[in-house]
């Protein structure tokens, strides 16, 4: 596991305010559950745990287990607690488990932090004994190993672990828990918490050593989560422990904490040793099916954490036996972690760099398949809600992003069997986004250009709401739409034209020629030098300057003029580029923000008025390689300010947004699908 390793050394976790407390780990097991957590092992997020299963709908994700407070006790009987409290100013002291302070003993030190092959190992020394812990996810399983190591001792160090739960549906309150009451069984050395007939049931064992369980009545503990108040959420909830594991682990042994939803045959199944090994198997063939380019250093990292977007969404299981039934299979993208789930434009802005750039073709055509099955009424979903097994169709450019995904899949595998399963569907998109559709979305035949909006509904990718606050609603004639109508007419003309003929292709040929000319002689705006955001639009034709305008000159059909791509491309890169990807909005422009915080209203309010989205790098490299051809080695300098970034927040991945100004700090979700894809795709792009 030494191959792909990424470390953080004690001083850098203890240096300033990005810290153990503010960077993060993730772990995923396909499934869209995950682990997490902060590095020094306080809880500040409600999304933090060390089990949060994927169960099928309604429950959808569930935090089963938020942590496991550990303690190491050494021969002179002195304590030292391996995860560390986040008091973060509350004055209970945020802290769950443990027993009493005087109990808990003293932190013990963190040497080192580091993330092999995109699984989390701390490393601490307790006294005279240095001890490492492991956090592994089996693939394709809601079960969790956290494994304790004693590298060195004099004399047998021993653990005490105390599991520390609350079943809560992934987006509910921390104060808002499923059940009111638990029960606690055992059998021989397993044991079992549940709390009612519909919910799961949450196993537990220790492996690789006599550690009984002492239980101490069942103790409630008020927890303080730092993250949620910054937020603006409620930070304050209650989670329940029903005793410790206790036992002595000599130098050189270990032992194996095992959590899981699965049934006792599945959690047992494996040995923990054997657990590892094939999962890091696994992640060692990952990284060599990627692109040459991609698989050492921070690259390899990536293709690790895209990885972590692949699932199979667990809670959709009647989608899963009808692929099956079909001889298919269900994939699709979480769009980010924590709170994401899978959604219809990010899935396919993120397709080409997740699966594409790193061999997982298969995968592509699998998820491509499962998103034709969802069109309906001429769009792919938007998202689906966690819990829910239907998804809601409310944008405007997921579907024509369809289009974009699909010529990818095609250009790298020649794949006409998919062609031809879903060009029946894309007919249907295209008659229906002619006649109009849902939302208002459709083609004004004045002029070729495609509109949409509706009241109450956001549909392009700036897409915040705050209860019925559309805060960039972008209703009528929005630019990246139009460039992605023009895109996806010549792509459907061009298959038609190969499976079909001439005669079929020609009409979409025509629209696409309305559309273009349409566009051009409604979109620049001479007197600012760049194009509109917004034409024909409630209050008319919108100036502010956004990045939405690179893509009339990055997707594979231009819509702008040749002439015209210097000054797009100029404009974008002196207003609104940075090293970590694209301003929403260029400084200077009415409703522009710097940054990106407080409550939820407030960050709404910043989201797409100035916020800088990493994902956004991808369409403003493919546009300076159409203007610098020969410039590789400029379009992959456009990408090396993300490097320094994999050592914060998440690590050894890539945030969703940033502030919008220097220090660009990092904000919203710590791993984002179309964040990770679009720089693995470019860096493979700008391979010399």
Not at 357 to 381: M, N, Q
């Amino acid at each position: 596991m030494a191959d792909f390793v990424r470390t953080l050394s004690r001083e850098v976790l203890n240096t300033g305010p990005n810290g153990a407390e503010t960077r993060e780990w993730l772990v995923a097991n396909g499934l869209g559950g995950y682990a997490s957590g902060s590095v020094s092992g306080a809880v500040t997020r409600r999304y933090h745990g060390l089990l949060i299963a994927a169960l099928p709908a309604p429950l959808g994700r569930v935090l089963m287990l938020s942590q496991l407070s550990d303690v190491a006790i050494d021969a002179d009987g002195h304590h030292y607690r391996l995860s560390c409290r986040d008091t973060g100013g509350d004055p209970s002291g945020g802290d769950p488990g443990g027993g009493e302070a005087g109990e808990e003993g003293q932190t013990a030190a963190l040497q080192e932090f580091r993330m092999e092959a995109g699984l989390p190992v701390w490393r601490f020394r307790a006294g005279g004994a240095v001890i490492e812990k492991q956090v592994v996810l089996p693939h394709g399983q809601n079960i969790v190993h956290v494994t304790y190591r004693v590298m060195e001792a004099k004399a047998p160090v021993q653990l005490r672990l105390r599991p520390v739960l609350a079943f809560r549906t992934l987006e509910s309150a921390v104060d808002r828990p499923l059940a009111g009451a638990y029960r606690i069984t055992a059998a021989g050395q397993r044991y079992e918490v549940s709390a009612g007939p519909d919910l799961p049931v949450l196993r537990m064992a220790i492996e690789g050593g006599d550690f009984p369980m002492t239980l101490d009545g069942g103790i409630r503990r008020d927890v303080y989560y730092r993250v949620e108040d910054e937020r603006g959420y409620q930070a304050r909830g209650s989670l329940w422990t029903p005793g410790y594991f206790s036992g002595e682990v000599g130098a050189g042994q270990s032992i194996t904490f095992a959590a899981a939803t699965e049934d006792w045959w599945r959690l047992e199944a494996l040995p923990p040793a054997d657990v590892l090994g094939f999962e890091a198997e696994r992640r060692r063939r990952i990284i060599q099916n990627a692109h040459p380019s991609l698989r050492d250093g921070a690259m390899a990292e990536l293709v690790l954490s895209a990885d972590s977007f692949l699932f199979v969404p667990a809670g959709r299981v009647a989608d899963q036996m009808r692929a099956r039934a079909e001889g298919d299979e269900v994939r699709t993208v979480i769009a980010g972690y924590h709170w994401f789930t899978d959604w219809g434009r990010d899935t396919m802005i993120a397709l080409e760099g997740l699966t594409l750039a790193t061999g997982r073709h298969l995968e592509a055509g699998w998820i491509l398949h499962t998103f034709g099955h969802y069109i309906r009424d001429g769009l792919i979903p938007n998202m689906f809600p966690d819990g829910k097994d239907r998804g809601l169709y409310h944008t405007a450019d997921a579907t024509l992003w369809f289009f974009h995904a699909l010529h990818r899949y095609l250009g790298v595998t020649g794949d006409r069997d998919t062609l031809r399963l879903l060009l029946p569907k894309l007919r249907e998109v295209i008659d229906f986004h002619r006649r109009g559709t849902r939302f208002g979305i459709g083609v004004d035949h004045r002029d070729g250009l495609l509109r949409q909006g509706q009241e109450g509904y956001q549909l392009t990718w700036m897409d915040a709401k705050v209860d019925d606050w559309v805060v960039t609603p972008r209703r009528g004639k929005a630019v990246e739409i139009n460039a992605l109508w023009h895109n996806a007419l010549r792509l459907m003309a061009g298959w038609l034209r190969e499976e079909d003929g001439e005669a079929a292709a020609r009409p979409l040929e025509e629209l696409a020629d309305q559309a273009r000319a349409s566009f051009n002689a409604r979109f620049w705006c001479p007197s600012a030098g760049h194009l509109f955001d917004v034409v024909d639009g409630e209050h008319g034709d919108d100036i502010a300057c956004r990045p939405n305008q690179i893509f009339a000159v990055s997707l594979d059909h231009p819509v702008l003029e040749r002439e015209r791509w210097e000054p797009v491309v100029e404009t974008v890169r002196s207003r609104l580029l940075t090293p970590l990807g694209l301003r929403s909005l260029a400084p200077g422009c009415r409703d522009y923000k710097a940054k990106y915080f407080g409550d939820l209203r407030a960050r709404d309010a910043a989201y797409h008025q100035g916020t800088v989205w990493g994902w956004l790098i991808g369409p403003y490299v493919d546009a300076w390689l159409k203007l610098h051809p020969e410039d590789k080695a400029g379009g992959r300098r456009l990408l090396e300010g993300f490097l320094p970034h994999l050592d914060e927040a998440g690590i050894g991945t890539i945030s969703e947004i940033f502030d919008a100004e220097a220090p660009f700090t990092p904000r919203g979700c710590i791993s984002q699908a179309w964040s990770v894809a679009e720089v693995l795709r470019c860096w493979a792009k700008t391979e010399s």
